[in-house]
């Protein structure tokens, strides 16, 4: 058979008995099967899922910039000052993982009479065990240690401002060509009409 019988035979019968397909003839084959498709329409469902995952990921950022915006707030404007005691400092993976980008510390302290540990906020500087820091530390929330000083940094913010241009890029871009196209259909439909 030639390929172009293949390709009629994949084509679905019309109603009046002849084989056309609204596809432009376009043939995608899975496992073996024949069937028609639109590449134009998977790649939009495809352009949707990361607009979708873009979306979601930039407001995940957004919430924890927030968050841990508030949570610096609180140590830098109602903390009170302790001596905490690292316990130890652990490196956090680069990006490739071959290098250490930063460190996380835990340290203890001694507020109203209890004892705490908890992770060393406002810093990624390697300590050794047993050196003292002065820290600030949220007398209602105890797991809230810090050694930053001054207001909290906006720096959390870069990343959800950068998702939030290119999903608003993104979207004024469809919006464009969706506008485009709909100016292009009624000039065709106009002409057809005269």
């Not at 007398?139 to 401002?161: E, Q």
Request: include cysteine; aromatic fraction near 6%; glycine fraction near 10%.
């Amino acid at each position: 058979m030639r390929p172009d019988t293949l390709i009629e035979l994949a084509k679905p019968p019309r109603i009046d008995g002849s084989r056309d397909v609204p596809h432009a003839g376009r043939v995608t084959y899975v496992r073996g099967a024949a069937g028609a498709a639109d590449p134009r329409r998977a790649l939009r469902a495809a352009a949707a899922v990361v607009a979708l995952c873009l979306v979601a990921l930039t407001v995940a950022l957004a919430v924890d910039a927030v968050l841990g915006y508030r949570r610096a707030g609180r140590v830098a404007h109602d903390g009170v000052p302790v001596d905490a005691t690292v316990a130890q400092c652990l490196g956090i993976a680069s990006g490739t993982g071959i290098t250490v980008a930063g460190y996380r510390c835990t340290g203890s302290f001694t507020l109203a009479g209890r004892s705490y540990t908890a992770t060393v906020h406002g810093t990624s500087q390697r300590y050794e065990s047993g050196q003292v820091l002065a820290a600030r530390v949220d007398p209602r929330d105890p797991s809230n240690l810090s050694v930053a000083r001054g207001d909290p940094s906006l720096v959390p913010f870069v990343a959800p401002a950068i998702g939030a241009v290119l999903v608003l890029g993104w979207a004024g871009v469809w919006a464009y060509r969706r506008a485009r196209a709909g100016r292009a259909g009624r000039r065709a439909a106009s002409s057809a009409s005269s």
